[in-house]
């Protein structure tokens, strides 16, 4: 048989079309032996190809620019062929599917799979002796609804709408429609429409100018079109931000459950939103102290936190009288305002202890477990042993479990073999995460089937003392910390203390970790947030010995080399630039009347007014952990907290990092605010200002580019899940036009605006392919931050809202909903907002302390993550005042999510 395959894309000079398949002559899916297609003209590519016995087949095109290492394959999945029967001669004619096209996120799971998914195939008449067939590709479409053709054709029923030719989903989202040509017609023009099953009629027509088809000599023509254009635009839909912890039900002990979200989707349902976004769920006892709330430092990215669990869902204790003192304990806790972390797990911890032990007979013979088990005994042996371990050595750092430092895959093994003495201790970990697997599983089944997206977050960095570290320590650079530039909301910037990741390494099984961290995660979201995106192109890397993040610098990044400090007209001084600068006035500026002590103690006299640290106290880990020792001994807290700021500040009083593996140089982020640049006489200054620009936003651009775009498309194209992007702080130049090239939606907070010269963004101008929040878990909430500064909060009423005169002096009610209003009227395809910024629109639900609603402090790497909703979810399905309020508001700004 032979395939004429026809495609139209204009290709860049150097470029040539390839079409790859799975038989023989098309490279059996090998883009090295791809078919190469002929340039015609203008934008037309075509071959005609031989194919040997073949009753169907998949395919897909490639651009080739010079080399196998440069090529680039159109989006989505592989297209499919199924040939007709007695063909000797078929053609097919394509549409490039582009990377870019805002319509490709409504493929992905969170819509084709969930808020799309078809439940029943419709049928569809079938035709004799066609002689060519249909395809339109598009998922956006009602649940009782079908595609349908008309045309200017008698088979298509000459533009009449009572005989448009219904076409088939069974393939969805490749829609289908064979027809039957009379003879002698060879072309016809034609539009697709959307066919009501319920109304048995048409009910739309897609907007803009006639599609044309061309049958030519063969005896079967193929084409397929992408896009339904819809004339109610593009799909836009609402949802809500809400930590599992945070939940409130009457059921939950003491902090916010897995079962608790079904009461949430249920709500969300109520409410007309179709996304429920949480923060990170993995397991994060590492301490087994109130420290371990931090849900980004998780001891394993596979294993979910045994606190979510619901213990009544679990089964009940033989004894009564304990299930009596657990309920009683869970209902007290439950009263409590805010999450007391050690207590909620001191409660439950034992209960999961005796459930095993009275359980573990059938449980171990489940063959649910069985089967869970073998899926998941990668990640499951190691984590349970990491349990066990650290509890057992009392302290999560593994460096410190003497023969069990260093991961042995047969001594772990060995000892969760279920012939050991210790399997218990092992199995009793399998048996919490087996019941959380399937509490969250059956919160997934229900999400889907009831039309609503579960969003998860994916960290950017793994905890140092983790499952994943001690067991693939070489991925990781743990001798480097992950952490931000400073910004508005911590000036000193940010540590997270995590290890940094080694991309290398990484690279060379093609990033197996990061694709099955997401398969796992597929296995309950549709969606997910990758925290801080922008460390996909770069890191802000802080090293071990420091504690501050304004100590970081970029990586990766290309270093200033000592020749280019010359050419910026910099007269190199390794000490002076490199080194911390300290004279004696700095001492009486920062330590006042402890200065004398602070020079005998932590100082050498240099020459003249200059001095320099001792050897014991020249970094900022060393000073802290000194300065600790003295504030257990009884020092005085407020001079200790002085002499450590002060101490930093020296430390940090450089202008240049050394890079001694490149030989160069990175300058210090916030320089110009050092004394060290303030003393510089003006051609120095005017030097490093060149210097510093050039490096920020101009060297590293196109660099952070190639790394990203080597990382990302592996990762994301692990799953079907949709893909957002936190891309907030100092977000270099290439970020946007990468996002777009990859189909990622961006975030849009509006009191962080992204265009330059803005104080506040404006939602209207938000991209598609974008979510808007007036707020996140990072930040105040609108109420919270509206009290914050007066004069940014009047400008705001004036400028952003539109208001004339002074600015309320608290965010009342109206204020909150005109701001709700502000984004839910954006172009974004999602608008997400915290609970509280909700309830915020209404007096008598919302909290009456703003300051009490917010959920994190980044500025404080210490901050108790313990924020509660202060009602129950019951409370909140029975409030039909406020649920009606907000339906009517996500209906009228058109995000219902119907079509």
């Known amino acids: 048989m032979k395939v004429t395959f026809k495609i139209n894309y204009h290709t860049e000079w150097g470029q040539n079309m390839y079409v790859c398949g799975s038989c023989d002559a098309l490279g059996r899916n090998n883009t090295t032996d791809a078919y190469p297609m002929n340039y015609t003209e203008n934008g037309n590519w075509e071959v005609e190809v031989e194919l040997k016995n073949t009753k169907e087949f998949a395919y897909f095109y490639v651009i080739k620019n010079g080399s196998e290492d440069n090529i680039f394959q159109e989006f989505g999945k592989d297209r499919e062929v199924e040939v007709p029967k007695n063909i000797d001669a078929l053609l097919i004619e394509d549409a490039w599917k582009s990377h ?9 799971q969170a819509f084709a799979g969930n808020l799309f998914k078809r439940t029943n195939a419709k049928k569809a008449s079938s035709v004799k002796n066609a002689n060519c067939r249909l395809q339109l590709i598009a998922p956006r479409i009602g649940q009782n609804q079908s595609f349908c053709i008309l045309g200017s054709c008698a088979a298509l029923g000459n533009w009449n709408p009572d005989k448009a030719v219904v076409m088939k989903g069974t393939k969805y989202p490749c829609w289908q429609a064979d027809i039957s040509l009379s003879e002698g017609v060879q072309g016809f023009e034609y539009k697709y429409g959307i066919y009501d099953h319920d109304k048995k009629e048409l009910v739309a027509w897609e907007y803009g100018e006639n599609r044309h088809f061309f049958h030519g000599k063969e005896d079967f023509s193929i084409k397929t079109d992408l896009n339904f254009r819809n004339p109610d635009g593009h799909w836009k839909a609402a949802g809500v931000a809400f930590p599992v912890f945070s939940l409130r039900s009457e059921s939950s002990y003491g902090v916010g459950e897995f079962m608790d979200l079904k009461l949430l989707i249920d709500w969300a349902v109520k409410t007309g939103l179709k996304i429920v976004q949480i923060l990170p769920i993995n397991d994060t006892i590492a301490t087994h102290t109130w420290t371990d709330s931090y849900p980004y430092a998780a001891i394993s990215v596979f294993a979910l936190h045994p606190m979510y669990l619901n213990l009544q869902k679990m089964g009940a204790l033989k004894s009564a009288k304990e299930m009596q003192k657990i309920s009683k304990g869970g209902q007290a806790l439950n009263e409590l305002q805010q999450i007391d972390y050690e207590a909620v797990m001191q409660l439950k911890s034992p209960f999961f202890k005796k459930a095993y032990d009275e359980q573990k007979k059938d449980f171990l013979k489940d063959q649910g477990f069985k089967d869970f088990f073998e899926n998941n005994k990668s990640w499951l042996v190691p984590y349970a042993a990491f349990s066990r371990l650290r509890d057992l050595y009392k302290t999560p750092d593994f460096t410190q479990w003497g023969e069990f430092s260093d991961y042995n895959k047969t001594k772990i093994e060995a000892l969760a073999d279920p012939k050991s003495m210790d399997f218990d201790d092992f199995a009793v970990h399998y048996f919490i995460q087996y019941h959380l697997h399937l509490q969250l599983q059956e919160v997934a089944d229900y999400a889907r089937e009831k039309g609503v997206v579960l969003k998860g977050d994916i960290p950017i960095g793994i905890y140092r003392n983790s499952v994943d570290a001690w067991t693939n320590p070489k991925l990781y650079n743990m001798d480097k910390q ?26 060379k099984d093609g990033f197996t970790w990061w694709r099955q961290r997401l398969s796992a995660m597929a296995t309950y979201f549709d969606a997910y947030r990758i925290d801080h995106i922008l460390g996909f192109f770069r890191i802000w890397e802080i090293p071990r010995d420091s504690v501050e993040g304004l100590m970081g610098q970029f990586n990766p990044a290309i270093p200033m080399f000592k020749y280019e400090l010359d050419a910026f007209g910099l007269y190199f001084d390794h000490d002076r630039y490199c080194r911390p600068y300290i004279r004696e006035y700095m001492l009486s500026e920062l330590f006042g009347d402890d200065a004398a002590e602070v020079k005998d103690s932590y100082l050498h006299k240099g020459e003249g007014d200059f001095y320099y640290l001792k050897d014991e106290f020249d970094t900022q880990r060393k000073v802290e952990d000194h300065l600790d020792n003295e504030l257990k001994k009884g020092e005085n807290a407020s001079k200790i907290h002085k002499i450590k700021h002060g101490l930093f500040t020296l430390l940090g009083n450089v202008l240049l990092f050394e890079d001694a593996k490149n030989h160069g140089y990175h300058p210090k982020i916030g320089l110009h605010s050092t004394y060290s640049f303030r003393e510089l006489d003006e051609n120095a200054k005017h030097a490093l200002d060149k210097i510093y620009i050039h490096y920020y936003y101009e060297r590293q651009e196109g660099f952070w580019k190639e790394k990203a775009m080597v990382k990302l498309p592996a990762i994301i194209n692990a799953t079907d899940m949709l893909v957002c992007g936190e891309d907030l702080g100092m977000v270099p130049a290439c970020v946007p036009g990468v996002m777009d090239e990859l189909g990622l939606l961006n975030l849009e907070i509006q009191r962080m605006p992204k265009r330059s010269g803005s104080e506040f963004g404006n939602p209207a101008h938000s991209d598609y392919l974008s979510v808007v929040s007036p707020s996140c878990h990072d930040m105040s909430t609108i109420r919270g931050w509206w009290e914050e500064d007066r004069e940014q909060t009047q400008r ?17 009610p109206w204020i909150c ?9 954006a172009r974004a395809m999602w608008a997400i907002f915290p609970i509280q910024d909700l309830v915020a629109m209404d007096a008598e639900m919302r909290l009456e302390d703003p300051n009490a609603e917010r959920i994190n402090v980044p500025a404080n790497p210490k901050h108790y993550w313990r924020y509660r909703f202060h009602l129950t979810m019951e409370e909140m399905l029975q409030a039909d005042d406020f649920s009606n309020m907000l339906h009517g508001l996500v209906e009228l700004s058109g995000r219902d999510g119907e079509d």
């Open 796 to 812: 705001f009423y004036n400028t952003a809202l539109r208001h004339e005169g002074d600015a309320p002096q608290f965010c009342e």
């Open 482 to 507: 992950a952490g931000a530039p400073p910004d508005a909301y911590a000036v000193a910037g940010q540590n997270w203390g995590f290890p940094t990741y080694n991309w290398e390494e990484m690279a």
């Open 100 to 108: 870019r096209d805002e319509e490709n996120a409504l493929f992905s």
């Open 817 to 825: 909903k005109e701001m709700i209003q502000q984004h839910l009227d």
